[in-house]
């Protein structure tokens, strides 16, 4: 852990030789460890998961993509909630603990659920729901904790540190599989046990809304508001649009496993390629944010998604070009994630910034859930490579309206 963790600083070096470690708030520093703890745990059951419900329990791909679309939608329920309680409450640390101890428990209900596809969904919903509980009032304290000229850079310091543990939670699934000869319940208890100390480090190490807040006054009506301003309303909508035609990644390397025949042991290894990626561009492409501009970036991220899903249903099948996808979906990772909750933290005031980020956050996730389902029914229907190519020429397609239109300003 340690030495991932140094690794993560060194790559996040600026030009002049000091980490960009150093030139970001502590406070963004120790989220940044939580998260990556906690994505230790989230990537060990996500790096198994499909492989246990497609061919351990045998679902197709319709209800398949009908789970993967409820495992990201059901966060959209809760993360506006999320983000206005925090607001709310001046709570920001305290609402974030709550959807991080849920999720927690919701690894041991895998245990319990068994094999049941319904109980299974049930958890999974619970399980997102933390996650979207925690993931707007997270956020909001990396933006306050930040000066508005580095935002990019902090998201991306984060970002680099969560990805650590992207990058780990597969190997540490990997290993309870070979130890517990394919017990899938070992992966899930051992997934708990970790995102157990990620609560802890939480509770130990973060400060709650650092600095001077606007303590404006939050309601729903507040947050329904902010999308009155024009810039705000532009940059959730475009967000969402390009969310609803983005494939999600389960299906990113369900593909890859059906393309290049990988075998079940290594199935779990698909995405070190996009973690690995993500962690080496996840701080460059921040600094490049602030300086270029957030909206350009954040579109190239697509760019490179689009270009990974032409070559998942090229012509011939290939190593290199498997890890030529996975590379590209990492480099969509890197260039998206926290650059479009950088871009939208200055839009929003500082008293509703939780609620603010959550708004954007939501539209993402219903968009996400749906394109799971259109996903799932396209390639039931179709096929894989129909659906493919239809699905990165409608990425095409909205992601070029979006950088003619260009709804944020520089």
């Known amino acids: 852990m340690y030495i991932a963790t140094s690794r993560a600083s060194d790559l996040a070096a600026g030009t002049d030789g000091k980490p960009a470690l150093r030139r970001v708030a502590a406070n963004v520093v120790a989220l940044g460890l939580v998260s990556l703890v906690t994505d230790v745990s989230s990537e060990m059951v996500t790096a198994v998961l499909p492989l246990y419900l497609v061919l ?36 920001l640390k305290a609402v974030a603990g709550f959807g991080y101890g849920l999720s927690a428990v919701c690894k041991l209900g895998l245990i319990a659920a068994g094999s049941s596809v319904a109980a299974i969904g049930v958890v999974l919903a619970a399980d997102r729901t933390g996650k979207g509980i925690r993931t707007a009032p997270r956020d909001a304290l990396i933006s306050l904790s930040s000066e508005p000229g580095t935002l990019g850079r902090s998201f991306g310091v984060h970002r680099a540190l969560d990805t650590v543990g992207a990058f780990l939670g597969p190997l540490v699934a990997m290993a309870v599989l070979a130890l517990s000869f394919g017990d899938y319940r070992s992966v899930f208890f051992t997934s708990f046990c970790v995102a157990a100390i990620a609560v802890l480090l939480l509770a130990l190490f973060v400060r709650d809304r650092p600095g001077a807040v606007d303590r404006a006054a939050v ?11 024009k810039d705000f309303r532009r940059i959730t909508l475009w967000a969402a649009l390009l969310g609803l035609v983005t494939v999600g990644d389960s299906f990113v390397y369900l593909v890859l496993q059906r393309q290049w025949d990988v075998a079940a042991t290594y199935f779990p290894l698909l995405p070190l390629g996009t973690a690995g990626i993500y962690l080496l561009l996840a701080v460059p492409l921040g600094r490049l944010a602030d300086r270029i501009g957030r909206w350009p970036v954040f579109l190239g991220g697509h760019a490179a998604l689009c270009a990974a899903l032409v070559l ?17 979906h990492g480099v969509f990772y890197a260039a998206t994630d926290g650059v479009l909750m950088a871009a939208a933290g200055p839009l929003v005031p500082r008293g509703l910034r939780a609620t603010g980020l959550a708004v954007v956050q939501t539209g993402q996730a219903v968009a996400r859930m749906l394109s799971s389902v259109l996903f799932g029914l396209a390639w039931t229907l179709w096929d894989l490579k129909p659906a493919v190519l239809v699905a990165a020429g409608c990425l095409a397609a909205v992601a070029l309206a979006a950088a003619v239109v260009r709804p944020v300003r520089p």
């Open 56 to 91: 351990g329990l045998g679902l197709n791909p319709l209800q398949f993509g009908l789970l993967d679309g409820l495992y990201a939608g059901a966060t959209a329920v809760v993360r506006v909630l999320g983000g206005h309680l925090a607001d709310r409450w001046h709570r």
């Open 219 to 229: 309601s729903l009506r507040a947050a329904a508001d902010l999308l009155r301003a």
């Open 312 to 328: 998942l249903c090229g012509p011939q099948a290939g190593f290199w070009l498997a890890v030529l996808a996975l590379g590209l």
